[in-house]
């Protein structure tokens, strides 16, 4: 599976964003995507996650009622919605692909196979 996480850039806090993950390969092999952040200086942490057949999302608290995540079945896509973004949400988003259930929770990054490059969101005040 490889990933290409794109729609990064530079915003205003209250402003609206959306971040692009294609995937393509063997998507099929993929249980679902996760979205993961790192901002300056801290380690990377868990955002949001979509099942591949769109039917669980799960969010952090940090983003919930702010962040939407969706996918997009026919172009093997999935979506970050960012609503209201602060300050605090400036950071390299990376989206990921999930194991399955079996490898542990979606909340954790070991459990992830494939990533995409990053890419860099942020808000200013």
């Known amino acids: 599976v490889q990933l290409q996480a794109s729609g990064g850039g530079s915003v205003q806090a209250g402003d609206s964003l959306r971040l692009s993950c294609a995937a393509s390969?063997?998507?099929?092999?993929?249980?679902?995507i996760g979205w993961f952040r790192q901002a300056p200086g801290k380690g990377r942490e868990f955002v949001a996650y979509?099942?591949?057949?769109?039917?669980?999302?799960v969010y952090a608290d940090s983003v919930k009622g702010r962040f939407t995540i969706s996918r997009d079945g026919a172009k093997n896509t999935v979506y970050l919605h960012m609503t209201s973004p602060n300050t605090e949400d400036t950071a390299v988003y990376y989206c990921?692909?999930?194991?399955?259930?079996?490898?542990?929770?979606?909340?954790?990054?070991?459990?992830?196979?494939?990533w995409g490059q990053g890419t860099l969101v942020t808000v200013s005040s």
């Open positions: 990921a692909s999930y194991r399955g259930p079996r490898s542990g929770s979606y909340i954790y990054e070991r459990n992830y196979a494939y």
């Open positions: 390969g063997r998507t099929f092999s993929s249980y679902g």
């Open positions: 979509i099942r591949w057949t769109g039917d669980r999302t």
